[in-house]
């Protein structure tokens, strides 16, 4: 079963990502690039994906928070919150998003369907759409959660390249090891 799951989970990453499209990428690192402050927020497991993908951030130099610690300042008008929800109904995910829109925040949301409150508001949203038929090996957003990092990781070698960051770079300010 555990070589079965794997290869089914990656399989299923790969054909999610490959329907991407590259141009929103393009847009999302411009999008990234020019904002003043980086908000990232999930709720759950979307949620430890939004923590990886912060901690990223952080390290290529931008100035990056993750919604709901207890040091994350007001989001405003010239920034940019990115999202991450399966369902794209998440309430509390929701909620953020309409409060970053009132406040004329840019957007950007991670999620697997178009048809969601959370995509209809946002301003590029990405959609990650994996085709789980055996729950049995993936269960409930496993294939979503998956994808999505790997989505995420994809993005940060894209701007590495763009912000002209080397790994040694982001080692000078990845966590202090004493």
Known sequence: MFKEAYEYILDNARSSLNTIDLQNVRDAVKMIKNAKQIFVYGSGRSGLVGKF????????????????????????????????????????????????????????????????????????????????????????????????????DALIAELMKELNQTEEDMRRRHAIWV
């Open 53 to 152: 993908f912060a901690m990223r951030l952080v390290q290529l130099g931008l100035v990056t928070y993750f919604i709901g610690e207890t040091i994350t300042p007001v989001v405003n008008s010239e920034d940019l919150v990115i999202l991450i929800s399966n369902t794209g109904r998440t309430k509390s995910t929701v909620l953020v998003e309409s409060i970053a829109k009132r406040i004329g925040a840019k957007i950007i949301a991670i999620t697997s369907s178009r048809d969601t409150p959370l995509a209809k508001h946002a301003n590029l949203v990405f959609t990650i759409k994996p085709k789980n038929g055996r729950v049995e090996l993936a269960p409930l957003g496993t294939l979503f959660e998956i994808s999505a990092v790997i989505f995420l």
